[in-house]
């Protein structure tokens, strides 16, 4: 039998996407579930091109970071809750903070290889609607007590509970490996870099005003819709300025001299969801949709935070982008002078500033900070964990559709465990 020969790859068009506001956590979405927002983002994009019957989309990938037990086939769910024909195929991913774009890497693989023509990948995160766990040495007990064959048993097994068991294990925004959270992490590659306050502030006043400004000029008119009393991101603050962001006190890296990193510096805990509609340019012209952008490139890369040149800067928490770019250029050899915009996802000031100094360092030219974030971006709109990869890939594809000509974008998201996921987007 012969074997098969290699199918070419096809071109992979971004050709919308759609977000809700994103808010603070505890607020206006406190009692929003994460299918409810995924679901209100997916049927913006099922209404909007008319995807309601049978085989028009091939298929959803979504995710969540903040997962209870009842999400464990959300994207699945999502679908049987939308205008999608309850027969399209769902599935879930997750890769922390990457967990959005590594949704849209997925489904265009599949479009690249033809194995569907069309495909809708997202992602969702409440923080407000975090799951508790039970305490652990209550789960023991009730599972002994579970086990037990007789009444005696079980009621043997239940009388160990005490008070100290009733308290439930609390979701902590910490690395199980170091125990630290993320921003303690960033703290000390802040430290590492060598990242000033007054850089980390001038850098977040800079989102807020730049999202502020893309607002104003309706480039967020059809990729975010409405949901619950919001039309726009909560944490949007339009008059942030450099003064006001640095009469706040630092909050992380307090264990050190000279810490830099606050509140205002930082992306705050954040719910949302957000999708992108895929496809072949084949499906694209029949359905007489114009394609923002091709997808064309992506890079992953990781770094051993736990045990390698920590201190250092190299291995930080948030630096696997550092090693992703430089590898993602070197393979479809372009410079960082060949992209008309980038977007790196703003995880906290100090990293994005760290990340661009560790390209600096690999050899890669500086970044024009004209070209950088140009649109705002997570310091301002905030970070729904899953839903940011594909808040970042729908904005830059409007941003060089709104160029009306030919360009090149580069996205970074750095992600929790030491990840990275890059990709490039191209317009022609």
């Not at 091109?49 to 086939?73: I, Y």
């Not at 802040?190 to 502020?212: G, K, P, T, V």
């Amino acid at each position: 039998m012969s074997p098969l020969a290699p199918q070419p790859t096809r071109r992979v068009a971004v050709l919308d996407g759609a977000r809700i506001p994103f808010a603070r956590s505890d607020g206006p979405y406190a009692t929003a579930s994460n299918q409810e927002m995924l679901t209100t983002a997916l049927d913006a994009l099922v209404e909007r091109h008319g995807l309601q019957e049978p085989g028009a989309v091939g298929e959803f990938v979504a995710g969540a970071v903040l997962k209870h037990s009842r999400d464990f086939n959300l994207a699945r769910e999502t679908v049987l809750g939308s205008g999608l024909d309850a027969r399209t195929p769902a599935y879930d991913i997750q890769q922390a903070c990457g967990t959005g774009l590594q949704a849209v890497i997925a489904a265009a693989n599949k479009i690249a290889l033809g194995q569907t023509e069309s495909a809708i990948a997202g992602g969702a995160d409440t923080a407000s609607d975090a799951p508790l766990g039970v305490n652990d040495r209550l789960r023991r007990i009730l599972l002994e007590a579970r086990r037990a064959k007789t009444a005696g048993g079980r009621l043997k097994a239940l009388a160990k509970v005490r008070p100290g068991h009733l308290v439930p294990d609390i979701p902590r925004n910490a690395e199980p490996r170091t125990g630290l959270s993320m921003g303690e992490h960033a703290a000390v590659t802040a430290r590492a870099w060598d990242i000033s306050r007054a850089d980390q502030d001038a850098l977040a006043a800079a989102s807020h005003q730049r999202l502020a400004a893309a607002y104003e000029r309706g480039l967020f008119q059809d990729l975010v819709v409405p949901f619950r009393g919001l039309a726009r991101d909560q944490n949007l603050r339009p008059g942030s300025t450099v003064e006001k962001l640095a009469a706040l006190k630092p909050v992380f890296g307090l264990d050190a001299p000279g810490p830099t990193m606050t509140a205002g510096n930082s992306t705050p805990l954040t719910d949302g969801a957000a999708t992108v509609l895929l496809a072949s340019e084949e499906w694209a012209e029949r359905r007489g949709v114009q394609p923002l952008a091709y997808l064309t490139a992506y890079e992953t890369a990781a770094v051993d935070f736990v045990g390698g040149d920590v201190a250092g800067g190299e291995d930080g928490l948030l630096m696997a982008p550092a090693y992703a770019v430089p590898r993602l250029l070197e393979r479809t050899g372009l410079g960082i002078g060949d992209f008309d915009l980038v977007e790196i996802h703003e995880a906290f000031a100090s990293q994005v500033l760290a990340t661009l100094a560790a390209w600096e360092k690999r050899g890669l030219d500086p970044v024009d900070r004209a070209r950088l974030n140009v649109a705002g971006s997570s310091l301002a709109t905030g970070h729904p964990f899953a839903a940011t990869g594909a808040r970042i890939v729908a904005t830059l594809a409007a941003l060089l559709a709104e160029r009306e000509g030919p360009g090149r974008g580069l996205i970074s998201v750095c992600a929790a465990g030491g990840q990275g996921v890059t990709a490039i987007l191209e317009r022609t």
